[in-house]
């Protein structure tokens, strides 16, 4: 409702889309345990609620948030730096990423992802003309950047965290100046320092050693990777049918031993397994193509906008969230090794799926005045 009449104009296709990938999320986690998705359900009305308040407060015009690009860059920093304090950082499987209060406990990189990216889209907007012209004395953001992914690779023993975060920035950057040579460098800068960590920081070695090789160590690390295979194959063509999946034992010789989940943070790492297996193949494509036509939605989004500010914002926005979807499907599947980040809409979490209204909702106002304009 607040969609209809505040962005009338918006793609008619972002918010369907979304609200599918979420009701198929909230589907597969009440399948796997009732309970995290009662919990699950109030994080999405929450996140609803932060949808509908994003589009009003911002409304008139949204290129506000330029003004301010600084305060959200320092914003970001400052959310980044929470999972390293001493008595609210919380490590979870391995990464800090998360930050605990009391009961409460939230992931703040998701909502740092979103402050980055309105930064990047004021800054770049304000240097584009003078990044474009490469002189060495301008590469001082990328460097800073670059440094900054690799205390962040550093602090939250996380690979995939520091790779969004430093992807996001040059998909940026390359909107920004048309130069690929800055994507070149960039990825070659990253590579470089992530190698560099690799050589003393254990957690990023035991992710590369089970990507590379995870039946060598099928009773430790690579278990759960290895569990997640057979999970998507198990699901063939057609898949087992909802429902029919199996994902917890049936319990040992002791009629008291309670089954057990085969695949350790299903819900939240590898839900995409889960659901591999009870729609097979076909489901699992049907997925992935709603997420591709979310994609090409956004950056139709970004062609439309006719300034700087609204052209980064919407690439930004939608880069980001195509990256994610990449780094957490190419671990399950092994294409690049694993990490924790969550798959956008579907994966159990209340940071994540207030972060991904809050992005919906900046995309659509980017939309609106984009259609607006040429309808």
């Known amino acids: 409702m607040v969609a209809r009449f505040v962005i009338p104009y918006a793609d008619p296709y972002l918010l369907p889309m979304s609200a599918l990938l979420t009701g198929i999320g909230l589907t597969v986690i009440y399948r796997l345990n009732p309970d995290d998705a009662f919990r699950q359900g109030l994080w999405i009305v929450i996140g609803v609620a932060f949808?509908?308040?994003?589009?009003?407060?911002?409304?008139?015009?949204?290129?506000?948030?330029?003004?301010?690009k600084y305060l959200f860059g320092v914003g970001a920093i400052v959310l980044l730096a929470l999972p390293a304090l001493p008595v609210i950082g919380t490590t979870v499987n391995g990464a800090r990423l998360w930050v605990r209060v009391g009961q409460f406990q939230f992931q703040p990189g998701e909502v740092a992802k979103l402050m980055l990216i309105v930064f990047l889209a004021g800054y770049l907007q304000e240097k584009r003309e003078v990044l474009a012209q490469a002189r060495p004395k301008?590469?001082?953001?990328?460097?800073?950047?670059?440094?900054?992914?690799?205390?962040v690779l550093v602090q939250t023993n996380d690979l995939g965290s520091a790779l969004l975060y430093f992807g996001i920035f040059l998909g940026?950057?390359?909107?920004?100046?048309g130069r690929l040579a800055f994507?070149?460098?960039?990825?070659?800068?990253f590579v470089g320092g992530a190698f560099a960590v690799y050589q003393f920081v254990?957690?990023?070695?035991?992710?590369?050693?089970?990507?590379?090789?995870?039946?060598?160590?099928?009773?430790g690390a690579g278990y759960q990777i290895i569990q997640s295979t057979y999970s998507i194959g198990n699901g063939g063509f057609a898949g087992t049918g909802f429902g029919r999946g199996i994902f917890?034992?049936?319990?040992?010789?002791?009629?008291?031993?309670?089954?057990?989940?085969?695949?350790?943070f299903l819900n939240t790492d590898f839900i995409y397994a889960a659901l591999a297996q009870e729609v097979g193949l076909i489901g699992a494509s049907a997925l992935l193509l709603v997420y591709m036509l979310f994609l090409v939605r956004g950056f139709r989004t970004a062609l439309l906008a006719d300034d700087g500010f609204s052209k980064?914002?919407?690439?930004?926005?939608?880069?980001?969230?195509?990256?994610?979807?990449?780094?957490i499907l190419g671990g399950i599947l092994r294409l690049i090794p694993l990490t924790g980040i969550?798959?956008?809409?579907?994966?159990?979490?209340?940071?994540?799926?207030?972060?991904?209204?809050?992005?919906?909702?900046?995309?659509?106002?980017?939309?609106?005045?984009?259609?607006a304009r040429v309808t």
Not at 248 to 264: F, K
Not at 312 to 327: D, K, M, R, V, Y
């Open 312 to 327: 980064l914002l919407a690439a930004g926005l939608t880069f980001g969230f195509a990256l994610q979807t990449f780094i």
């Open 51 to 68: 949808f509908a308040l994003t589009l009003l407060a911002l409304r008139r015009d949204y290129r506000l948030l330029e003004r301010y």
């Open 172 to 177: 940026m950057l390359y909107v920004a100046t």
């Open 202 to 219: 254990g957690r990023v070695q035991d992710r590369v050693a089970v990507w590379l090789d995870p039946w060598e160590r099928a009773q």
């Open 183 to 189: 994507v070149v460098a960039g990825l070659a800068l």
């Open 248 to 264: 917890t034992t049936i319990g040992g010789s002791d009629p008291s031993e309670a089954p057990r989940q085969l695949i350790p």
């Open 138 to 151: 301008d590469l001082g953001p990328l460097l800073l950047i670059w440094g900054g992914a690799m205390l």
């Open 342 to 371: 969550t798959l956008p809409f579907v994966s159990y979490g209340g940071s994540s799926v207030l972060a991904n209204f809050v992005l919906l909702a900046l995309l659509l106002l980017v939309s609106n005045r984009a259609y």
